[in-house]
T-cell receptor, first 112, second 115 residues
Framework: GESVGLHLPTLSVQEGDNSIINCAYS??????FIWYKQESGKGPQFIID?????DKRQGQRVTVLLNKTVKHLSLQIAATQPGDSAVYFC???????????FGAGTRLAVHP | GAGVSQSPSNKVTEKGKDVELRCDPI?????LYWYRQSLGQGLEFLIY????????KSGLPSDRFSAERTGGSVSTLTIQRTQQEDSAVYLC?????????????FGPGTRLTVT
């Protein structure tokens, strides 16, 4: 069945370092992918998205990479800050109307 | 402007009771989604509303779960005869786009605890 999963459940980094969060997806028909950030007690917050006709997209301090050959998605955060500490979810749109399938999440812990 | 709001923020109920969870989407957003998030888990799709179209109910886990969206705005998720496994955070999201991608804006969620 369709699934989105994450390689690392917890990632600890030093403040100022770059962070990379990985995600694997299984539905090759998915054409839209999103990364969300969720802080404790809050709903997920959109970070960045990418369509399947792209392999890289950059935002402010964040970059999403898509490798369709191996069905892999990654989120890179440059110069990680304490405020980046949260759980990060990848999600795929498998049916074309924003019916998202979420991965289990990776907790990012940023240490000073 | 106002974001997505949900009420109540917390709900404790006894097993077997019915509960209603409310979602107020962002004004003008035509698409509305309900998700469930169990402790330490990702989000599980429950139901999707788009305008006046028939909702996609494919994610509802049992016939004890139902949802309505009145007037294309406010939505209510109802869980009948609650069970302990229904305990989770229920999240609502809305989007100005129902197809072709587009950012979903999430509410803060309702934490449901069934005792």
């Amino acid at each position: 069945g369709e699934s989105v999963g994450l390689h690392l459940p917890t990632l600890s980094v030093q403040e100022g370092d770059n962070s990379i969060i990985n995600c694997a997806y299984s539905n090759s028909a998915s054409d839209y992918f999103i990364w969300y950030k969720q802080e404790s007690g809050k709903g997920p917050q959109f970070i960045i998205d990418i369509r399947s006709n792209m392999d890289k997209r950059q935002g402010q301090r964040v970059t999403v990479l898509l490798n369709k050959t191996v069905k892999h998605l990654s989120l890179q955060i440059a110069a990680t800050q304490p405020g980046d500490s949260a759980v990060y979810f990848c999600a795929e749109d498998a049916e074309g109307y924003n019916k998202l399938i979420f991965g289990a999440g990776t907790r990012l812990a940023v240490h000073p | 402007g106002a974001g997505v709001s949900q009420s109540p923020s917390n709900k404790v109920t006894e097993k077997g009771k019915d509960v209603e969870l409310r979602c107020d989407p962002i004004s003008g957003h035509t698409a509305l989604y309900w998700y469930r998030q169990s402790l330490g888990q990702g989000l599980e799709f429950l139901i999707y509303f788009q305008g006046n179209s028939a909702p996609d109910k494919s994610g509802l886990p049992s016939d004890r779960f139902s949802a309505e969206r009145t007037g294309g705005s406010v939505s209510t998720l109802t869980i009948q005869r609650t069970q302990q496994e229904d305990s989770a955070v229920y999240l609502c999201a809305s989007s100005s786009q129902g197809t072709g991608g587009g950012e979903q804006y999430f509410g803060p969620g309702t934490r449901l605890t069934v005792t």
